[in-house]
């Protein structure tokens, strides 16, 4: 927690310091260009954590290698961006038709307090079958995050709950496991579904 | 004739009433309101919609009331440079004359914390607005599936 926060911390130093750059970085290149370097994902290949799928089994980054993947953060208790993340990938997915089948797709919760195995079946059922829901020990949950780059912090709300927040991007890698670009939250559906198809060209790509 | 003069009175006096009646709260039209459909009630709803200001003085909206859950309220999610999002009560929201906001997945949202009773696909709920005049402004919700992106898709 502490070093999440620390992280936290250092994220608002540097994004701070590099406004200037990333401003001229987001003005050229575009929110199509890969992360800064600091940001990106880690390959696959090279993160370690063990996770549960909503259908009870063990998972990992290694679940992943093979196929593209999309894969991002989020939880069941979360009535805004979550949802709208999730249908929008369903989305996606519908317009990619049968080749949705060459994709793994993960939700990755990052309230595993309240997001059992069982809750994640339960919500990813009302979403594209593609999209599968992981789960997990809290420290394995924070390992995952640390690979992908992606922060959260559990917020307590007025009425004695608490929600989080949490990076929302989600997250491209292809097929070999290696980071290729991040669809943002804001960015508009019609770049997801090109960039989706270019995750998927990099699998070609390596396989032939 | 003098039904007909009468009846000119009477137009006048309404239009005029009704041009009075048409400022501050009262000049609030909602349209395009939808919500998500709820897995059981543990969870907050969110309900989206146009608010539009067609009069000439500010409104604000102070408050919501529902049936549907204890605590409805306004929250704003916003999203920074790093792709991280948070959301917190947006507290009183000004609508400016002639001015619009709107409600939508991804910015300000109808939070509807403690449900009272789940959130049914095809059902509706009614949600009344507050104002700072005084005036309420009652909307009748659609509730759509729970991977619904809009009023209509």
Known sequence: MR????????????????????????????PGAPAPSGARPLPLTKMEFKLTDHEGRTVGPETLIGKPTLAFFGFTFCPDVCPTTLSDISGWLDALGEDAERLNVVFITVDPERDTAEIMEDYVAYFHPAIRGW??????IARAA??????????????????????????????AGD????????????????????????ETKEAT | MKQMLFSVVAGLTLSLATSAAHAGSDAVVVEDAWARASI??????????????????????TGLVTDLAKMPEIHRTSTDDRGVSSMAPAGEVEIAPEATVALEPGGLHAMLMQLQRPMKEGESFSLTLLFSDGGEVRVEIPIRSISARGPED
């Open chain 1, 3 to 30: 070093r999440r926060k620390f992280l936290g911390y250092a994220g608002a130093v540097t994004a701070a310091g590099g406004l200037t750059l990333f401003a001229g970085w987001w003005r050229v290149d575009g």
């Open chain 1, 135 to 140: 789960t997990g020990p809290e420290n394995q």
């Open chain 1, 146 to 175: 640390e690979g992908f780059r992606a922060t959260y912090e559990k917020v307590p709300a007025e009425n004695g709950g608490y929600t989080m927040n949490h990076t929302a991007s989600v997250f491209l890698f292809d097929a």
């Open chain 1, 179 to 202: 980071f290729v670009s991040t669809i943002d939250y804001h960015e508009p559906r019609e770049f997801a579904v090109p960039k989706i198809r270019r995750a998927m060209k990099e």
């Open chain 2, 40 to 61: 059981g009630t543990s969870r907050p709803g969110a309900a989206y919609m146009e608010i539009r200001n067609t009069g000439d003085e500010t409104v604000t909206v």
